[in-house]
C-alpha cells in the first residue's frame, strides 16, 4: 500500500465527501460524526459518480439511483447491485487526510 497526503481535513465538508483525483483514480472521501471514509468514487451499479451523494452515518447513497453503500467496507444495500465498492484506509496525520492505495 502507498499512502498519499490529499487534503487539509478542512477541504472536507463534515457530514459529506469531496472527490480527489490520486494518480488518474477518482477517490471520494467522505467527513462524518464516524470518522474519515475513503472510496473509489463509482456507483457499481450504474457507473455514476458517488460524490454529491447523500452521506448518513456510516452510509453514502449514489445521487443517481440512491444505492446505499456502507463507507466501512463497501457493501450495497438494496437489489440495484450487490457488487461492493472498493474502500481504502483514511488516516488522519494533524490535520492532514491521507488515503493508502495498492501500488500499481
Do not use: Q, W
Amino acid at each position: 500500500m502507498a499512502r498519499h497526503r490529499i487534503a487539509s481535513l478542512t477541504d472536507v465538508p463534515e457530514n459529506g465527501g469531496k472527490a480527489f483525483d490520486i494518480g488518474g483514480k477518482s477517490v471520494l472521501v467522505c467527513r462524518t460524526p464516524l470518522g474519515v471514509f475513503a472510496m473509489d468514487n463509482m456507483c457499481s451499479h450504474a457507473f455514476a459518480y458517488l460524490e454529491g451523494g447523500k452521506v448518513k452515518g456510516p452510509h453514502i447513497f449514489c445521487p443517481l439511483h440512491g444505492v446505499r453503500f456502507d463507507m466501512r467496507d463497501g457493501t450495497p444495500s438494496g437489489t440495484l447491485t450487490r457488487k461492493p465498492i472498493p474502500v481504502y484506509p483514511a488516516i488522519i496525520e494533524g490535520d492532514d487526510v491521507c488515503v493508502e492505495l495498492p501500488e500499481a
